[in-house]
Nanobody
Framework: QVQLVESGGGLVQPGGSLRLSCAAP????????MAWYRQAPGKQREFVAE???????YYRDSLKGRFTISRDNAKNTLYLQMNSLQFEDTAVYYC??????????????WGQGTQVTVSS
């Protein structure tokens, strides 16, 4: 079972920034499609961004320009840089890994999630 471990969540004021990290086993990190999802209270989990093994990136349209996904293959770590955070960005953020972009999300692996709270 692949294990993904997120970190970096916390409390931040509106307009602030956070960087989330997700550590993954090296055996899968360099070849898998890695992604971030989030789930706000009372809402369904939604796609945030993903990055392929070839470093192609895809974003939720509403988050383009504020969020940046990246990967460090030497550290087997996925990142999500979040800038200009807004109240509506409050959610649990989940790391996700799947073999290819054609693999259904449900067949991938989820991390345990990290809480991001935007509050004044």
């Amino acid at each position: 079972q692949v294990q993904l471990v997120e970190s970096g969540g916390g409390l931040v004021q509106p307009g602030g920034s956070l960087r989330l990290s997700c550590a993954a086993p090296g055996s899968i990190f360099r070849t898998y499609v890695m992604a971030w999802y989030r789930q706000a209270p009372g809402k369904q989990r939604e796609f945030v961004a993903e990055i392929t093994s070839g470093d192609s990136t895809y974003y939720r349209d509403s988050l383009k320009g504020r969020f940046t996904i990246s990967r460090d293959n030497a550290k087997n770590t996925l990142y999500l840089q979040m800038n200009s955070l807004q109240f509506e960005d409050t959610a649990v953020y989940y790391c996700h890994a799947r073999p290819t972009r054609l693999t259904p999300t449900g067949l991938g692996t989820w991390g345990q999630g990290t809480q991001v709270t935007v509050s004044s």
